[in-house]
C-alpha cells in the first residue's frame, strides 16, 4: 500500500458518489470466515429492514475478500464502530496501514458466522438471503439471524469522506 497525500478517492467528477457521500451513514465492519481464512471490509452503505426476520441491506465491493467470502459461506458479522475505532475502519478500507494486518489491531471473538469485534457493543450474524449486482457494486440481502443492541456513546459516522466527531 502506498499512503498518498491527497485523498484516495477523489469525487469531484463523479456525482453520483458525491451524493452518496452526502447522506452519511454508521460505519460498520463486516466480516466473515474462520480461522484458516477471514475477511473484513468497512461498510457506510448499508441499511437495516425491519421483518420476520430482519434483514440488512449492503452495497459490497464486487472485489472485496470479505464480498466473495461472504457469498461463498453465506454467514457473516456486522458490528457498528465507534469513535475509537477509526483506525481500524480505515485499516480494514485500506486506506490506512496495518503493519501485520488489520486482524491485529483488535480482539475477536470467534462465532459461527465468522469473527466479531470483541469491543463491539452493537452487533448482528447475519445470513446471505440474496445478491445481484447493482451500479459498480453487489447488492447483498442478509437475514439478520442474532442482533444485540449494546450502548453506542460514540458512534463512528462518516459523512463526506471524513469521519463525523460524537456530538457534532
Request: charged share 25%; hydrophobic share 40%.
Amino acid at each position: 500500500m502506498t499512503i498518498h497525500a491527497g485523498h484516495p478517492f477523489p469525487t469531484p467528477d463523479d456525482p453520483v458518489r458525491r451524493l452518496r457521500g452526502r447522506l452519511g451513514g454508521s460505519v460498520s465492519l463486516w466480516t466473515a470466515g474462520d480461522d484458516a481464512e477471514r475477511a473484513g471490509l468497512t461498510v457506510t452503505s448499508w441499511l437495516v429492514a425491519g421483518g420476520e426476520p430482519g434483514r440488512v441491506v449492503a452495497l459490497l465491493d464486487p472485489d472485496a475478500d470479505l464480498t466473495e467470502l461472504l457469498l461463498e459461506s453465506g454467514r457473516g458479522v456486522v458490528q457498528l464502530l465507534s469513535w475509537d475505532d477509526r483506525g481500524l475502519a480505515d485499516a480494514f478500507a485500506g486506506t490506512a496501514p496495518a503493519p501485520g494486518g488489520p486482524w491485529r489491531m483488535a480482539d475477536w471473538v470467534d462465532t459461527s458466522h465468522g469473527p466479531r469485534l470483541a469491543r463491539a457493543g452493537t452487533w448482528a450474524l447475519v445470513s446471505v438471503e440474496t445478491q445481484a449486482e447493482a451500479g459498480w457494486s453487489r447488492l447483498v440481502t442478509c437475514t439478520l439471524d442474532e442482533v444485540v443492541v449494546g450502548d453506542d456513546d460514540e458512534p463512528l459516522a462518516h459523512r463526506r469522506g471524513r469521519y463525523v466527531p460524537p456530538g457534532a
